[in-house]
């Protein structure tokens, strides 16, 4: 009997082993979200990677503190979709401290507007005299498109820009790039801007930086229902000082400097380990 119930006990061990085996196989595929991104300052704040449960939102599972858990994982809630993983900070309340840039940058002391965009961190700054004013996620380029690094300026702006060679995914409709900044035109004359695009919590351009523009996902996609979300648009009046209708490309001979550092994160589908559970709705 002692035998027998030895050989039971290492058949169940060996099941559970390998169906540990087969989640852990599957999971980056089916999981694949902002915890296969890792970012320098995660490590700030404690948090579990945690699965978006059927029917609910950024909305429903965070309340009030919705908008600091999307930009905490640099994504939209058009892509925040049941199923996909996502990082939960143990405390709700450590978002609204949240900022993985610099209070003050040096470099910028002397400019009245300056932009530093860190790629490990996918996250922009806007400073003013080396103090921060406010930051916002981005969804740079990588791998093939990554984007350049560096020290460049804004030179023009664009309250209305489209792309000359991507559509809007299942259509033949130019991709909007609306409240577009060109900081660089390459040797190629490509040129590279920060424009408003979808955020889906990882690097995802094609070489530009994309800034969080729900009401072209509204107008694009028909999500969100209610757009909330528009750094793009919050940093283009911020550059150019003020709204504008201008439908012409707006020279910049003076604009803001940048600074481009790092480089943009890559996915690694062995960080979904981390932790994984169901979410459930804040009370």
Same mark, same amino acid.
């Given at each position: 009997?002692?035998?027998?119930?030895?050989?039971?006990?290492?058949?169940?061990?060996?099941?559970?082993?390998?169906?540990?085996?087969?989640?852990?196989?599957?999971?980056?595929?089916?999981?694949?979200?902002?915890?296969?991104?890792?970012?320098?300052?995660?490590?700030?704040?404690?948090?579990?990677?945690?699965?978006?449960?059927?029917?609910?939102?950024? +909305?429903?599972?965070? &309340?009030? #503190?919705?908008?600091? /858990?999307? %930009? =905490?994982?640099?994504?939209?809630?058009?892509?925040?979709? !049941?199923?996909?993983?996502?990082?939960?900070?143990?405390?709700?309340?450590?978002?609204?401290?949240?900022?993985?840039?610099?209070?003050?940058?040096?470099?910028?002391?002397?400019?009245?507007?300056?932009?530093?965009?860190?790629?490990? +961190?996918?996250?922009? &700054?806007? #400073?003013?005299?080396? /103090?921060? %004013? =406010?930051?916002?996620?981005?969804?740079?380029?990588?791998? !093939?498109?990554?984007?350049?690094?560096?020290?460049?300026?804004?030179?023009?702006?664009?309250?209305?820009?489209?792309?000359?060679?991507?559509?809007?995914?299942?259509?033949?409709?130019?991709?909007?790039?609306?409240?577009?900044?060109?900081?660089?035109?390459?040797?190629?004359?490509?040129?590279?801007?920060?424009?408003?695009?979808?955020?889906?919590?990882?690097?995802?351009?094609?070489?530009?930086?994309?800034?969080?523009?729900?009401?072209?996902?509204?107008?694009?996609?028909?999500?969100?229902?209610?757009?909330?979300?528009?750094?793009?648009?919050?940093?283009?009046?911020?550059?150019?000082?003020?709204?504008?209708?201008?439908?012409?490309?707006?020279?910049?001979?003076?604009?803001?400097?940048?600074?481009?550092?790092?480089?943009?994160?890559?996915?690694?589908?062995?960080?979904?380990?981390?932790?994984?559970?169901?979410?459930?709705?804040?009370?």
């Amino acid at each position: 009997m002692l035998r027998l119930w030895v050989v039971r006990v290492a058949i169940i061990a060996m099941v559970v082993t390998v169906f540990l085996a087969i989640s852990q196989a599957e999971s980056p595929k089916k999981h694949r979200g902002p915890c296969e991104i890792h970012y320098p300052s995660d490590a700030t704040l404690e948090w579990d990677c945690r699965i978006i449960p059927s029917g609910e939102s950024l +909305e429903t599972i965070f &309340g009030e #503190y919705w908008v600091e /858990a999307a %930009r =905490f994982n640099r994504i939209d809630r058009r892509h925040a979709r !049941p199923g996909l993983s996502i990082k939960v900070p143990r405390r709700l309340e450590d978002l609204a401290q949240f900022t993985p840039l610099p209070l003050v940058y040096p470099p910028g002391e002397l400019n009245k507007k300056f932009i530093l965009i860190d790629l490990n +961190e996918q996250f922009l &700054g806007a #400073y003013e005299f080396g /103090a921060l %004013r =406010f930051a916002t996620p981005i969804a740079s380029g990588n791998g !093939p498109n990554e984007t350049p690094t560096g020290a460049f300026r804004v030179t023009a702006a664009h309250l209305q820009h489209q792309s000359g060679l991507y559509t809007v995914e299942g259509t033949d409709r130019p991709y909007p790039m609306d409240y577009a900044l060109r900081f660089h035109v390459n040797r190629e004359g490509v040129s590279y801007w920060i424009h408003g695009r979808d955020m889906p919590g990882y690097p995802a351009s094609h070489g530009c930086i994309g800034l969080y523009d729900e009401s072209m996902q509204k107008e694009q996609y028909g999500a969100s229902k209610d757009p909330e979300l528009n750094d793009a648009r919050k940093l283009f009046v911020w550059v150019l000082g003020g709204e504008t209708d201008e439908e012409r490309v707006i020279p910049l001979p003076h604009g803001p400097r940048i600074h481009i550092i790092g480089q943009a994160p890559v996915i690694c589908p062995h960080l979904l380990g981390h932790r994984f559970s169901s979410l459930t709705p804040t009370s």
